[in-house]
C-alpha cells in the first residue's frame, strides 16, 4: 500500500475529536464459543490528558469503553493501561491520566448462535480531556469493531 | 522648614502609613494587564437562563455592576481551583457593586450542580447554561472561562482557562473605579436567549 493510500486509510478509521482518537482496531476472527480479544488503539494530542478509568477524585470523569449488547461477539470486558500520575498546575495531587497513544484491549466471546460471517460489534466511548490550564466538554464517540466468525 | 508646616508634613506622614499598612488607599489606581481599554469593548450579549430556584436570571438585571461571569463546570479541575478565589471576590466586593455570576456547563444540570455548590458552600448566584449561550460568548468550550463585564454591560476582559487571582482581582478593581458607565439596556443588545 502506497503512503497516500495508507494515511486515506488511517484518517478514514480515526473517530473522534476533541483531542482523543481512536484508530483501527486490529482483526477480530474466531469459531463460535471462542475467546477473542481486540486491541483498540487509542491516541491523546500533545499536551493533552484524559481521566483514567479510575481518576483519583470523585468529580472527574472516567475514560470508559462498553459495547452495546447483541451482534456475534458477547461480554467486552475492557483491560485499560496502567495509568500515570501527573501532576497539573489546578491541582495539588497528582491526577490519574492517560496520555499520548495506548491501546484498550477488549476480551469478547463469540455467540455459541452467532451465524457464520462479518459483523460489527459496536461500542461507545466516554472521555474527558484537559490540558495544564482548562478541561473541555466530555465526549463520548462510536468505536466500531469488525469481526469474522468461522 | 518652619514650625507651621509640621502639621501638614505629619498629616500626609499618617495618609501614607494608612494607605500601607491597609492597602485601601482609595486613591490608588489599579490597572490591570488584561482590562481592554473602553473603545474596544463589546457589548455582553444578554440571555436569560434559570438559577437554582427556577428564577429566570437576565445578564441585564446586573446592570450598573462590574460583573464576573464565569463558565465552568463540575467535572473541570480548574474550575475547582478558581471558584473560591470567586468566593471570596463576591464577599470583598459585594458592596461595591460587583456580583459574580456562575453558568455552568453541566449536561445533567441541577441534579450534579446543587450538591456541588452546597459542599463548595458559593455565596454568588450560578445558572444552568446551554450550548446556544456558549456560541453567544464565542463557543466557550474550554473551561472555565471568564469574562469580567463592565458596569455599561461591555466585556473588558476575557480569561481562557485558570488565570492568575491577581489578574481578576486587578481587573475587578480597576473597573470598579471606573466611572458608572450607562449600565445594560435590554433594548441595546442582541441574540436575546431563554432558558431551556
Known amino acids: 500500500m502506497g503512503v497516500l493510500p495508507a494515511l486515506l486509510c488511517l484518517v478514514s478509521w480515526s473517530q ?12 477480530v476472527a474466531g469459531k463460535r464459543n471462542a475467546m477473542v480479544q481486540v486491541r483498540i488503539p487509542v491516541m491523546v494530542d500533545k499536551g493533552f490528558h484524559v481521566n483514567s478509568n479510575t481518576p483519583a477524585e470523585d468529580y472527574l470523569i472516567p475514560l470508559k469503553l ?35 497513544n495506548f491501546d484498550l484491549v477488549v476480551k469478547f466471546q463469540v455467540a455459541p448462535d452467532a ?25 463520548t464517540i462510536e468505536v466500531s469493531v469488525p469481526y469474522q466468525v468461522q | 522648614m518652619p514650625a507651621s508646616r509640621f502639621p501638614a508634613l505629619i498629616a500626609a506622614i499618617l495618609v501614607v502609613a494608612g494607605c500601607l499598612l491597609t492597602a485601601d488607599c482609595s486613591s490608588e489606581t489599579v490597572k490591570a494587564a488584561s482590562v481592554k481599554p473602553d473603545s474596544e469593548r463589546k457589548q455582553a450579549p444578554e440571555f ?4 437554582a430556584d427556577g428564577k429566570l436570571v437576565h445578564l441585564s438585571d446586573y446592570r450598573g455592576k462590574v460583573v464576573l461571569l464565569d463558565f465552568w463546570a463540575t467535572w473541570c479541575g480548574p474550575c475547582k481551583i478558581e471558584i473560591p478565589w470567586f468566593m471570596d471576590m463576591q464577599r470583598k466586593n459585594k458592596d461595591r457593586g460587583f456580583e ?9 444540570g441541577w441534579e450534579v450542580v446543587k450538591p456541588f455548590l452546597a459542599d463548595l458552600q458559593v455565596n454568588y448566584r450560578v445558572v444552568i447554561g446551554n450550548d446556544a449561550t456558549a456560541q453567544l460568548y464565542g463557543g466557550v468550550d474550554a473551561l472555565p472561562t471568564t469574562f469580567l463585564i463592565d458596569r455599561g454591560g461591555k466585556i473588558a476582559a476575557v480569561h481562557v482557562g485558570l488565570a492568575s ?4 482581582e486587578d481587573g475587578i478593581e480597576e473597573l470598579l473605579q471606573a466611572p458608572t458607565g450607562g449600565g445594560i439596556t435590554r433594548a441595546a443588545v442582541s441574540g436575546q436567549l431563554v432558558a431551556r
Not at chain 1, 483531542?19 to 486490529?26: M, N, Q, S
Not at chain 1, 452495546?68 to 490519574?96: A, C, R
Not at chain 2, 459574580?100 to 445533567?108: F, I, K, P, Q, Y
Open chain 1, 115 to 139: 451465524p457464520a460471517g462479518p459483523g460489527v460489534k459496536v461500542g461507545k466511548l466516554r472521555y474527558q480531556a484537559c490540558d495544564n490550564k482548562a478541561c473541555y466538554p466530555p465526549k
Open chain 1, 16 to 27: 473522534g475529536n476533541g483531542h482523543l482518537r481512536v484508530g483501527e482496531p486490529g482483526k
Open chain 2, 165 to 168: 487571582r491577581r489578574d481578576f
Open chain 2, 100 to 108: 459574580v455570576l456562575g453558568v455552568s456547563m453541566d449536561d445533567e
Open chain 2, 48 to 51: 436569560a437562563l434559570k438559577d
Open chain 1, 66 to 100: 462498553v459495547f452495546n449488547p447483541g451482534g456475534g461477539l458477547i461480554g467486552g470486558d475492557v483491560v485499560y493501561p496502567k495509568p500515570t500520575l501527573e501532576k497539573y498546575d489546578f491541582g495539588d495531587q497528582p491526577l490519574s491520566v492517560f496520555t499520548g
